[in-house]
């Protein structure tokens, strides 16, 4: 059962910056990448990045994050600039394995911004 490791998550004010961290060891993954969750609301997309090293990002985040793996390490980070009140919420590390495409989620990190 592939267990990701999430760090990075924090409160920050408005317009600072916070780098998120997401490791599974041993695995291989074709695509990996984040989604978030806030209060009330559906989860959404927020980076997705492919083996092919292609990237998506949400409208809402383009420009200010971004995404970046670690193939050797089976890990993804995402740098978040700028960061916005509205983007407070739970992030999810996603990951879809190589071969069985199934797919898989960590416990998720709390990001706070404050006004």
């Known amino acids: 059962q592939v267990q990701f490791v999430e760090s990075g998550g924090g409160l920050v004010q408005s317009g600072g910056s916070l780098r998120l961290t997401c490791a599974a060891p041993?695995?291989?993954?074709?695509?990996m990448g984040w989604y978030r969750q806030a209060p009330g609301k559906q989860r959404e997309m927020v980076a997705i990045?492919?083996?092919?090293?292609?990237?998506n990002y949400a409208d809402s985040v383009k420009d200010r994050f971004n995404i970046s793996r670690d193939y050797a390490k089976a890990s993804v980070y995402l740098q978040m600039n700028s960061l916005k009140v509205e983007d407070t919420a739970v992030y999810y590390c996603?990951?879809?394995?190589?071969?069985?495409?199934?797919?898989?989620w960590g416990q998720g990190t709390q990001v706070t911004v404050s006004s």
């Open positions: 996603y990951g879809k394995r190589i071969i069985t495409m199934k797919e898989y």
């Open positions: 041993g695995y291989s993954f074709f695509s």
């Open positions: 990045m492919e083996s092919s090293g292609n990237a």
